[in-house]
């Protein structure tokens, strides 16, 4: 499957996903309302960490040397059982600190609330982590499909069961929201053994070949030589992610002098923000997962002239996706807000101030992701650490400096966000043309640009129309569908995507290489 191809697929499958998380999310937060949605951040970022830092970068540089090993399957069989072995000593030991540790860890956050979310979450972490290795061998071979089914899998999964238990929590049992967000993550656990079970009997790979396979001591060498930066670069900006959530609560309880439940609560708000700020990121993904065993393979070969090409096209697709999804988020923030929790009207009013805001940044993040993918692609893994880490640093500093003070309190929060990853998507672009000797072309941006501003004033000018002469539903998607007429009429005209990329997205043909950068 070729690299596009792979990246629509999986697209695809983000898309049927994340439709699924959307029926899960959205009526959970009108059940949980701020304080369980506080909760609830705050399990998932304590999550998000030990995850990152047991599956980061493993199964990045699991799918580059399998990409590398072609036509040698008894290496590639090597490869999967060492990677195995210490994603699953990884996951053990991360489990093991979520279940041991719950109060502990939730104490850092100055949330003592979550500690019930994060134990129900311990087992989903060892799921995934054995996930990432079947998922990293089958996408070094080009195969998207199994990535694809189970991220569907486990998306249904959790909608199932953590918003049918937590339902059940809430109004037949009448329990507290702190313990109605453990019975969402409890759908979380679920989701991932169901997709786990999925890949084991389905995709496990086979040991057929003649090929002599290295030593289980080089094949760990080179899956930390290559997965330990990665794993540092996107495990520090977990890290610092949850750090920003102890700093913020922390601002609000010392600085401010809020209580522990009015901290939570606010920070809740700032969470429902959240939930949208990372599905414009989400459709980025796929491009970069697909990219890593591309540009290896190309690269193994010796053919740079296809990793160019391929880096050029993701970054074409990166920016043609990115803008109009989070400036999209900015313009609509409170009407799409509204329209999504209709129970939690106050809520959803202070979480458009923050949305506003992390729309921009959302443009950042998708910037980011693809271009620390080329990066680590090319062999260029550390650049992305230290790049993370200066954003990290600027959002820690700017976070505490805003949220401490009276005049912006958690909005403060938002515009960190927004400066570090705006300073890390610039840095991850400059090293990019540095690295791969790409020359930038400012054509096909400026023709976005256009299109996006187009698009911006038609969602605005359409609501304001309509919302004053038919239901907010119909108002918000008569906006989202007027805009996005605009813009795909737009890139098209003014030439900002071309025929062959459409052919390559939708039918996985042959391309002719592009030219300049753009």
């Known amino acids: 499957m070729g690299f596009l191809g792979g990246a629509a697929l999986l697209t695809a499958a983000v898309a049927v996903s994340k439709l699924l998380g ?45 990409a590398q090993s072609r036509g040698r399957p008894r290496r590639q069989r090597r490869i999967f059982h060492v990677a ?53 061998y089958t996408q070094g071979q080009g195969q998207m499909l199994p990535t694809a089914v189970s991220q569907v899998v486990e998306s249904a999964g959790k909608l199932v069961v953590g918003l049918g238990l937590t339902w ?4 037949v ?8 967000a453990a019975g969402a993550m409890a759908g979380v656990t679920v989701g991932s053994l169901l997709a786990l079970l999925v890949l084991t009997l389905r995709w496990l790979p086979s040991c057929m070949g003649s090929d002599t396979p290295p030593s289980r001591r080089e094949v760990l060498g080179q899956l930390l030589k290559i997965g330990v930066p990665i794993t540092l670069g996107a495990g520090g900006m977990s890290f610092i992610t949850l750090l920003d959530q102890s700093v913020a609560m922390d601002a609000l309880q010392s600085r401010l002098g809020l209580g522990l439940e009015e901290a939570n609560r606010q920070y809740g708000e700032y969470a429902f923000a959240l939930t949208l700020f990372s599905l414009p990121p989400s459709f980025l993904y796929p491009i970069s997962v697909s990219l890593v065993p591309a540009i290896s393979g190309a690269l ?10 391929h880096t050029r096209t993701a970054l074409r697709m990166a920016l043609l996706l990115a803008l109009p999804s989070g ?13 999504l929790y209709p129970a939690q009207v106050q809520t959803a009013a202070a979480a458009a101030h923050h949305l506003r805001v992390l729309g921009l940044a959302a443009v950042c993040v998708c910037l980011m992701v693809v271009s620390g993918g080329i990066l680590q ?47 890390i998507a610039g840095m991850n672009l400059l090293a990019v043309g540095r690295t791969t000797g790409i020359v930038f072309r400012w054509g096909v941006p400026l023709r976005t640009l256009v299109a996006v501003g187009a698009m911006a004033v038609t969602a605005s000018g359409f ?23 605009v813009y795909g009429g737009l890139v098209l005209l003014l030439g900002a995507v071309r025929r062959e990329e459409l052919c390559a997205v939708f039918a996985a043909k042959k391309r002719r290489k592009p030219s300049g950068f753009f």
């Open 463 to 485: 609501y304001r129309m309509l919302v004053h002469r038919a239901s907010l539903p119909l108002a918000v998607l008569g906006a989202v569908a007027a805009a996005a007429a």
């Open 84 to 136: 195995l072995a210490l994603f699953l000593a990884l996951g053990l030991v991360g489990s093991g600190v979520m279940l041991t540790f719950p109060r502990q860890l939730s104490g850092l956050l100055h949330n003592e609330l979550a500690a019930p979310s994060i134990r129900v979450l311990a087992p989903a972490l060892l799921a995934v982590c054995l996930l990432s290795a079947i998922r990293g």
């Open 377 to 423: 692609a090319w062999g260029h893994e550390h650049i992305p650490v230290v790049t993370l880490l200066t954003g990290g640093a600027v959002k820690i500093a700017v976070s505490y400096r805003l949220v401490s003070d009276p005049a912006w309190g958690i909005r403060g929060a938002a515009v960190g966000t927004l400066l570090c990853y705006a300073l």
């Open 300 to 309: 193994g070969q010796g053919d740079r002239r296809t990793a160019r090409r």
């Open 22 to 66: 959307a029926l899960y999310k959205i009526p959970l937060g009108n059940l949980l309302g701020s304080r369980g949605m506080g909760c609830f951040q705050a399990a998932y970022n304590v999550y998000g960490v030990l995850l990152t830092l047991s599956t980061a970068g493993l199964p990045l540089a699991m799918s580059r040397l399998i």
């Open 168 to 171: 059940y929590l809430l109004t």
């Open 327 to 339: 400036i999209g988020l900015s313009v609509l923030a409170g009407p799409v807000l509204r329209l």
């Open 173 to 180: 049992r009448g329990v507290s929201p702190e313990i109605g």
